[in-house]
């Protein structure tokens, strides 16, 4: 088996825990420095496009739909989310780490069909959390692609997005019948209780990291705001 060789690396914002892009034949994959495993790779994005389209199709008829996602990775769930929304969407991608899209503009935007060249997108380069921090209502979706889901695993200031203040956050950033979608490596049923606290209707699924139902078992949130 082709060794993986190391393409680059760089810092995540804020407290220096370092991202690292590794190659192998037609695969990359993203690493945390000092943690074993994958945090995210071009093989399998089941769990991704899945979030993307759950969501999606509960605002794809409003006529002019705005999306929020919080994470890029490798453009997966973006491009699951434009393939699941008409001409008139707007998307908003957040991605704190600027090198993570200058790897999407160059060496992994095949992958996903490079979903930043698309006009309906527009790419915040920081951190969602000041996103949602605006409270004004300003989507129909939020979809929370960071980091391993509720429980922080890259950057520690991640904990936020899923605390009873973040979440409220969230809430008021979305427009009525409005959806908050979430992605996590494994169930968290302390999470899915703090969802209904603020206020949401709270759907769990359960899916595989890849399409063809292979993989780990990744697990998704849709939490609807209401009228």
Known sequence: ???????????????????????RGTEH????????????????????????????ARIAQRPVPRILIGGLGLGFTLAAALRHLGDSAEVVVAELVPAVVQ?????????????????????????????LREAAPAYDA?????????????????????????????????HPDGVLAIWSAGPDAAFGERLRQIGFE??????????TRKGALHTLWLAGRGP
């Not at 082709?2 to 804020?14: E, R, T």
């Not at 994959?29 to 999606?56: F, K, N, V």
């Not at 979440?167 to 008021?172: G, N, V, Y």
Request: proline share 4%; charged share 20%; hydrophobic share 40%.
């Open 1 to 23: 088996m082709n060794p993986w060789k190391l393409l680059d690396s760089a810092q995540i914002p804020g407290d220096g825990t370092e991202l690292r892009l590794y190659a």
């Open 103 to 131: 790897w999407n503009h160059t060496l992994l935007g095949h992958h996903a069909g490079h979903p930043l060249r698309d006009p309906r997108v527009t790419v915040h380069v920081g951190d969602v959390a000041l996103l």
């Open 142 to 174: 939020i979809l929370l692609d960071v980091d391993n889901g509720p429980e922080g695993l890259t950057r520690h200031d991640n904990n936020w997005l899923y605390s009873v203040t973040g979440l409220e956050a969230a809430f008021a950033a979305l």
């Open 29 to 56: 994959s993203i690493t945390i420095a000092g943690s074993s495993g994958e945090l995210m790779g071009s093989r399998m994005h089941g769990s991704e496009d899945a979030l993307a389209q759950l969501a999606c």
């Open 202 to 211: 709270v759907e769990e699924r359960r899916v595989r990291a890849h399409a």
